[in-house]
């Protein structure tokens, strides 16, 4: 009879993609993936602590299953990731949540399956938050979800220590993959179909192989065989020329770029310890232009930051519109425990984080908007990635990241297809296709 899983996943792309390891763990012990979770024989929540709403919503969710468990005791509830790794988080789980079988932190995913048979041999809680990053392990088989798409890692950790962020506390330093280990992995994914690569790390420019982060796109950039290769994210103080270059002499690698600037003011980036000006964020920009003068420029954008006046967040402002961006994540300042802005005085109240937001969105919004529009009769490479049956369309995405919606006869899943851009809705374009 088989065992079933199911996991809740919150965060980015790196916790999606771990996600993907647990489970090609589970499904080597046998279990097969559910839809609900009270179908599951084990219950994991692969948590992400970046902002407090994301711990908020965990918790919730967490909380949700206690009336399942109470009447089905056999089901394991495993709780991982980032947010049991912070300090004093994972005693405060169990205290909170004692039903919870198994708490894991971020360094002990790849020994999932014997926290499994340890919890089956004994009653009480398996709890165990490795603090040290140890060895790169490169025995992992993910049962990939997102065909066309795969993810790689090609680094772990942070070493940058932005004063707002959580992630060097809960991923450890830095630690880059092997390159030949990496480009072995991108062949067979290639050799199995996938049509679009993300390469991923905290941080990919200080990705330090026996090749460079430019030198190592480039060997992949090189491969046989039609696909696309994507990476992110790129931090601005180590976005080189050598990128860009490389970026610029291989059709391969997309044209588009996630480079996330944060804050358009220079108090506010020395006081978050980004380590660059604005007007430094701006020449990379240029040179990237200059080089690639089609190049979509994605962001993050954090407002509210401690100590942000009225006249910084006009230069956030200012950036925003001198740039250009095809689209932006934009973030209220969360304040999380253990940081450095976590103790700085003047925390912005959140009536005016809130008002500042809606501005910053609208901005955004309008320029991706006037983006879409320029679309409206070109002709556009598709990988079709979906079929979503609510709308009977299909869907998929252009190299500059921007979601297209078709009509197909046939199952295009996986393939490369032309769309005449009929209309623009926001972030994403509708049309027909063409031969
Ligand atoms: S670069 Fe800064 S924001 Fe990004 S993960 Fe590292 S510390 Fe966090």
Redesign the pocket.
Known sequence: MNKFYHIVTYGCQMNVHESEKIAGILSDMGYVSCEEPENADIVVFNTCCIRENAENHAFGNIGMLKKLKSVKKDMIIAVGGCLPQQINKAENLHEKFPYVDIIFGTHNLHELRRLIELKQGRKKTVIEIEDSEGEICEDDRPLRTSYPNAWVNIMYG?????S?????YV?GRERSRDSKKIIEEVKGLIKEGYKEITLLG??VNSYRGELTFPRLLEKIAQLDGKFRVRFM?S?PKDFSPELIDVMARYPKICNCLHL?V?SGSDSILKAM??KYTAEEYLKKVEALKKSIPDCAITTDLIVGFPGETDEDFKATEELVKKVGYASAFTFVYSKRDGTVAAKMENQVPEEVSKRRIIELVELVNSQTRVLSATYIGKTIEILCEDYDPKRGLYLGRDEYGRMGYFESDEDVVGQFVMMKVEQANGVSLSGRLVV
Do not use: G, K
């Open positions: 942070c070493n940058n220590f932005c707002y962020c959580i992630v060097p991923r905290q941080n994210t931090h996330p944060q310890n980004r």
